[in-house]
């Protein structure tokens, strides 16, 4: 018979680390909060019958976020064997508040002090006997980290499941809430210690569940309380909770009184400085795109394009297919559809995996959490929230799960507008398109790569400053509030598995959704309507491209093949690329300075309408995926077409504009389009810098 034990703590307590080390689970690990929105389970590695539920980061067990909804939710319902609370060590106090709460539950629960080696660093001594003593309940010292620890709460799991392990002792309060206590006890005759003090405390949702006669009883304590002692009650309650936390301390931790300043503070001084911050985080961005695009990534792509995917896999194929004596329109299927097609994508994987390892040392390092605190001074002032970045970094890897890490933001118009421009940040998908214009249209300049992931970002700020200034999205901004991380070397296991998790993502991509489109791509330009073999533009996909491509002319491309890229883009932003790699056929064939396949791509595009191609299929809107998880967070049909409607139109006037205003400054070339183009841009920079109206916040 399963043991379900829940596992909960704050954020960044280490908690998802001490999950994966348990369960062996993959789950994204991270420095920020609300990396894990909804409960996650896992088997216990050491033990098949015991399920370790991962619960949200939360601060206390009072439903004011939802991830705060969704823990007490689980602990109150579902009611699991038994607890493992993880504890920040090194943030002793703060965290021991919802361990306050948690003991109050009922349940056998074990304590884990976790960072227990920043502790020592820091030279301060916690008497782990008289705290197990005092919380009634086992106590680890442990580093989720190094993974020590671990042994020892595997074996007070086993004995949880046996029913070894008892609910702690009640941690009681100073005597006048304890007579409260005790009163509301006697009105429910409810035994539940937590349910009664949370009525106490006037708990919306579990006041729903008492008669109209108890509700009135208790308000009568309620305000007898709060008279006697001459405070609200929530505050009396959390001061009563501090009382306890801080008798805890004053027993069992022992700080070093030498003021000596941390590591992590002295490189905050320089990371987070007002001034200095937004120049470090270009340049640092900038190095991991010129790393992954330009040098390592581009050294490793170019072995498996012409010699994996050039040299190797093709002759080989043919050679298989010839000895079989298949038909030579199977053979076009096979080479110049899949092979190209999936090759061209495959093709671009070195450079991404490159890109996810450096992306996940910043994270796993705790770096990326202080572009989130620098940020919402920014963001702040263009009308979102730091909130809104957490989604916006996990948007690098897939636009999937960034949509739904909005989940993490109280404010509705705030959500909705992060949910409309989280995609704006070039995810995994994108890269390879980025990577094709950098190294076969711009001589693979290093600029390029970190130019497209700043247009990104200025497409989000300009968005943020034209939406708020509207009914739709207009109002007071969430406040963010996040603890920063202690620095601290990046874990091995830890960056490799999330490496591994997002290439094997883009992998499977490939083999599934990028296989099927390169198929149906190949018989719709290898067939014209009779179904006959012809020249691709004489093909059903040419006579279908050449009807929407006159919609593409402007923005600097109106040949067919190019369009039909950007609408098969909707699909899976990768069929941008495999479908040049059918039409074009230059799987295999793309090396760093793009020579190869220069001269068919030059004749349908210039570097000016290269960068707006760049630019359109970077902000429009994302995958079929992705826009089926922006239908789910929205829940409305109309917000979600107002989403899509927004990013298609966005994306195409900014594509628009520089195309014709790029095309006036470095051709001279001047028509209807480019004074249209002015007109546009002149538009955009009113509603930028107009003033905000006073309106109501939609609701």
Not at 85 to 95: F, G, K, T
Not at 138 to 154: H, N, Q
Not at 545 to 556: K, N, S, T, W
Request: with cysteine.
């Amino acid at each position: 018979m399963s043991c379900y034990i829940a596992l909960v703590g704050n954020p960044n307590c280490g908690k998802t680390t001490l999950f994966n080390d348990l369960t062996g689970s993959s789950q994204h690990v991270g420095n920020w909060p609300g990396v894990t929105v909804e409960k996650k389970e896992g088997t216990l590695r050491k033990d098949k019958e015991i399920k370790i539920q991962d619960l949200p980061g939360i601060y206390s067990l009072s439903p004011y976020t939802l991830e705060e909804v969704v823990a007490r939710d689980y602990l109150l319902k579902d009611k699991p064997q038994g607890l493992i609370n993880i504890v920040d060590a090194s943030n002793l106090e703060r965290n021991l508040y919802l361990t306050t709460q948690l003991v109050e539950l009922g349940l056998p629960m074990v304590v884990c002090l976790n960072m227990m080696d920043i502790v020592e660093k820091n030279g301060d001594k916690i008497n782990l006997k008289e705290l197990e003593k005092r919380l009634g309940c086992p106590v680890i010292s442990m580093s989720a980290i190094k993974g020590t620890g671990s042994d020892e709460l595997v074996d007070v799991l086993k004995k949880m499941k046996n029913h070894g392990i008892k609910a702690p002792a009640v941690l009681p309060f100073e005597e006048e809430v304890e007579d409260a206590i005790q009163k509301v006890e006697g009105i429910t005759n409810i035994a539940s210690r937590f349910t009664n003090v949370k009525l106490l405390e006037k708990d919306d949702k579990l006041m729903e569940t008492i008669s109209a006669s108890q509700k009135q009883q208790i308000e009568a304590i309620v305000e007898h309380t709060e008279s006697a002692m001459d405070d609200d009650i929530k505050s009396i309650m959390a001061g009563a909770r501090y009382g306890v936390v801080a008798d805890i301390i004053d027993h069992c931790l022992k700080k070093n009184t030498q003021n000596t300043m941390k590591t992590s503070d002295k490189i905050d001084h320089w990371v987070t400085n007002r001034f200095l911050a937004l120049p470090i985080f270009a340049l640092v961005m900038v190095a991991v795109y010129y790393l992954s695009i330009t040098t390592v990534g581009t050294m490793l792509t170019d072995w498996v394009n012409d010699v994996l995917f050039g040299e190797i896999i093709p002759p080989a194929i043919e050679s298989f297919l010839v000895s079989l004596g298949t038909a030579d329109w199977l053979q076009g299927l096979v080479l110049d559809g899949i092979v190209a097609g999936v090759g061209a994508v495959l093709g671009f994987l070195p450079q991404m995996a490159v890109l996810f390892l450096l992306l996940a040392i910043l994270e796993d390092c705790g770096y990326m959490a202080r572009i989130a605190f620098i940020l919402d001074r920014i963001f702040r002032k263009f009308g979102l929230s730091g909130k809104s970045f957490i989604p916006m970094l996990i948007g690098t890897g897939c636009g999937v799960p960034a949509v739904m890490a909005s989940r993490t933001i109280e404010n509705e118009n705030d959500r909705r507008m992060t949910i409309m421009l989280t995609t704006f940040i070039p995810c995994s998908a994108k890269l390879p398109i980025i990577a094709l214009i950098a190294g076969a249209l711009f001589d693979g300049a290093w600029w390029v790569g970190p130019s497209a992931y700043f247009v990104g970002f200025a497409a989000i700020v300009v968005s943020g400053i034209i939406l708020k200034k509207t009914k739709l999205f207009a109002g007071d901004v969430s406040p963010f509030i996040m603890e920063l991380p202690a620095y601290h070397l990046p874990r091995v296991k830890n960056v490799l598995l999330q490496t591994w998790e997002r290439c094997k993502h883009f992998i499977v991509k490939a083999g599934t959704i990028i296989f099927v489109s390169t198929i149906v791509i190949w018989f719709l330009q290898s067939f014209n309507w009779s179904f006959e073999m012809v020249d691709a533009n004489e093909s059903i996909l040419a006579s279908l491209g050449q009807i929407i491509a006159p919609i593409f002319a402007p923005l600097g491309w109106g040949d067919w093949k190019a369009a039909v890229a950007s609408v098969t883009g909707l699909v899976a932003k990768e069929n941008i690329i495999a479908t040049f790699g059918v039409l074009y056929q230059f799987a295999g064939e793309v090396s760093e300075d793009g020579a190869e396949i220069w001269g068919t791509l030059s004749q349908d595009f210039t570097t000016i309408s290269a960068y707006a191609f760049l630019i359109f299929n970077l902000l429009c809107a994302p995958c079929f995926a992705a826009i089926g998880a922006i239908r789910n967070e929205m829940a409305n049909g109309k917000w979600t077409l107002i989403a899509i409607g927004y990013q298609c139109l966005f994306a195409y006037l900014v594509a628009f504009v520089f195309y014709q205003l790029g095309s006036l400054i470095v051709f001279g070339d001047f028509t209807m389009m480019t004074a249209l183009a002015f007109v546009v841009l002149a538009i955009g920079l009113f509603l930028l810098f107009r003033p905000a109206k006073k309106v109501k916040a939609a609701e």
